[in-house]
C-alpha cells in the first residue's frame, strides 16, 4: 500500500503520464504563435479589458440596451446587437451620445517600433444592418496613427455608402465607396493596412461616431505587426552631372529567408529628367530593372544600382528623377516599405571657370571669436555687373541664405560677411551687406555651393580644413586665380591684412573684395612709379578716399589713421588762387570734384611713399592695380570732364586743372607715413 500523501499534494496528484500529457498541452497553448512566418507581433488588442488604452473622448458606458459605448460580450445581455466572428470580448456602440460624446475616441500611445520595418495593422470591423441601412453622412468609424509624434494620419476609415450601409472610404471624400461591412448578422471583417513609416514610437486612435437610434458598431482583436521588407535607405538625395555617376541603394529588414525579388522603376512621368540624362546602364537603356536578395540575407543587407549621368545633354538647369519599388516578388510575407520612392535631384555640370559668379576667398577661422568675422568672397568673371535676385548661398549642411539685392560688380568682387559693421566685424571695411546668416563656416572643413535664380549649381568649393587645402588661422583662404577653384592646390594664405579691411594696424590677414595674396582675377591697369605726388583726376564720379585706400595707403583722412599727417588732399576746382588744398574730409566723401565751377576741373592729389613702414604697400617702384579693364579706345574731351563716363578704370596723370597750383598751400610740415610694428 501505498503512504497516504498529505492532503494538500493528494488534491493535485495525477499520473506522470496525465501530468506530462497536460503539461505538453499547456505549452502547446501558451506557444503557438499568431504571426504568420516572417512576421512579428508588436501590439495585440483582444479588447478584454480597457488596461491598454485610454478614453479619450466620451466614456465607456451605457444607458440601456441600446445606448452605450462599452467593452462587450456576445453572450451578455447588455446590448441588443449579436456579432458573428468576433471573440469573446470586443468594444461596442449605439447611439453613443446618450452616454457620453458623440464621436468617442481611444487611444493607444508609446508603442515601441524601434528597429522594425514593414509595419501593418490588422482590426475587425462589423456593423449590424438590421434589414435596411441606417448609417448617415455624419456617421464614421476612423482608425489613425503616427510615429514620433509627427501628427496623425487616417489608416482606415468607414463612411456610408449609397446604401447608407458602412463601407470603406477609400479616396477620402467622405463617402464609403469600398467594402461593405455591415451585414445582417453582425459579421465582423477583417481588414488589413500597411503603415508607413518607421521609427522609435507609434500612436494610434480609434474614433466613433454613431449618434443616432440603431446606429452601431462593433471593433475587435486590433494588432500591429512586423513583416520582412525592402525599402530605399532614403527618400531623395542630389548629384551634380559632374560627379559623372552615383547609386541609388535598396535594403531588406526582417527577413524571412525566402528570396525576395523587387524592380527599381524609372518612373518618367513624375520626372523632368529623362533618359537621355542617364547613359549606359538603366535607367538610359531601360525603365525598370530587378534586384534581387536571396534567402540568406541578413536585416539590414543593402542593394545598389549604379546610375551613371550623361554632362553632354546641353544646359537644363536642376531636374529631378522619380524612382519607385515595385513589383514585389517572394516566396514569404515581405512588403515594399518605406520609403518605397527615391526622388534623385540631378544638377547640370559645372566646370569652375565657366560659371559666371566664382568663390574666391574665405575666412572659416578668423582669430579669437568666429562671430561676426567670417566671409565669403564672389568674384564676377564677366564683363557685365551681375545681380544676384532670387539666388542661394548653400553650405553641406543644409543651410543656405538668399542673396537678393547683392551685386557683383563687372570684373569685381563682393564680399558677404555675416556683419556688415567694421566695429564688430573684425574691421571688413569692404562687406556689402550682413548676407551670410544662416551659413557658419565650419573650421575643419565644408561645402559652399553658390545656386542661380533656377537652382542651377554655378559654383562649389568644397574645402577640408587641412588635409589638402591650406589650414587658415586668423587668416582667409585665398584662390589665386589659376584654373579651377574647387582644387585646393589653387588657394594659398592671406599674409597681408589688406585694404578690404580697415586701418586699424591689427587683425586677421586677408584681403575682403579685393585682389589679394597671389591672386590675378582682375584685369588691371598699372601705374608704375616712385615716391612723390601724384595729381589725378578720375573720369568718374564717385571716387572717395575708402576706393583709394584699396590700392595704397591712406592716411590724416576720417577713417584712415586720421591722426596721422595727410597724404590725400582734394582740390574744390575753380580759379581762385586763395583756394586751399582740402584734407578736411571724410573716407566717403566724393573727390571728382562734383561741386567745381562749370568748365574748371575737380580732383585730388596723393602721396605715394617710397617706403611706408606698413605691411600695405610694397617697396618702390609701385605698381597700384587700378580694377577694371584698360581703356583701348580714344580718350574724347568729356572722358575727361570729371563726370561719369562709365569707364570706371581711366586715370589721368599730371596736372589735370586749368590752372597752376602752390604747393605751398599743403600742410607738408611731417609727411612721413605712420609707422607699423
Known sequence: MMPACPPRLCAVSMSMAAWTAGLLVGLLLVFVPRDAPGQTTIFDEPFDDDSQFDVTQGMLAQNGDAEYFILAQNASPEINKSYAGSGTNFLAGQNIDEVGSDPAQIEWTGI???GESGLEFTGEFGEVLDGSGDIEESDFLRVEYQIDGGGYQTLIEFRGDPNDEFAVDTDGDDVGDGQSISSNDGLLVSFMRNISGTGSTLDF????????????????????????????????GSVNEADGSTALTVEILNPDGNEVDVDVVFDTGNSSADQSDF?????????????TFGSGANDGDTKTVPLNLNENDGTEGEETAQFDLQNLSMGGDATIGAPSTFDLTIQDVVSEHDGDVLITELSPNPGGSDSGKEYIELYNVTESDITLDGWTLREQGGDDDDLDGVTVPARGFAALCEDDDPSSNGGINNCDIDYVNSITLVNSGDEIIIEDDTNSEIDRVNYDGGTNWPDPNGQAMIFTGTTENNNGDNWTLATERERGYTQDESG????????GTGQTLQ?????????????????????NADTLAQVSLVQGVDGHFPNAAPNLYQWPGGTDDNEDWDASFSATDDLT???????????FIWYLYDAAETEFTDTPP??????????TSDVTTSSLSGESSGNSAFHLLGNPYAQSFDLSALNLSNQDAIEHE
Open 205 to 236: 486612435r480609434f474614433t466613433a461616431s454613431v449618434g443616432a437610434a440603431d446606429e452601431d458598431f462593433a471593433i475587435d482583436d486590433f494588432s500591429i505587426t512586423s513583416s520582412p521588407a525592402v525599402q530605399f535607405t532614403a527618400s531623395s
Open 523 to 543: 584685369p588691371t591697369t598699372e601705374i608704375t612709379g616712385s615716391a612723390g605726388w601724384r595729381m589725378v583726376s578720375a573720369p568718374m564720379s564717385s571716387v
Open 112 to 114: 515601441n517600433i524601434s
Open 622 to 631: 609701385f605698381t597700384l592695380s587700378v580694377p577694371g579693364a584698360p581703356r
Open 593 to 603: 570734384g562734383s561741386g567745381a565751377p562749370s568748365g574748371a576741373a575737380g580732383g
Open 279 to 291: 547613359q549606359d546602364r538603366f535607367p538610359a537603356t531601360g525603365t525598370d530593372t530587378t534586384i
Open 508 to 515: 586677421d590677414d586677408g584681403s575682403p573684395g579685393r585682389n
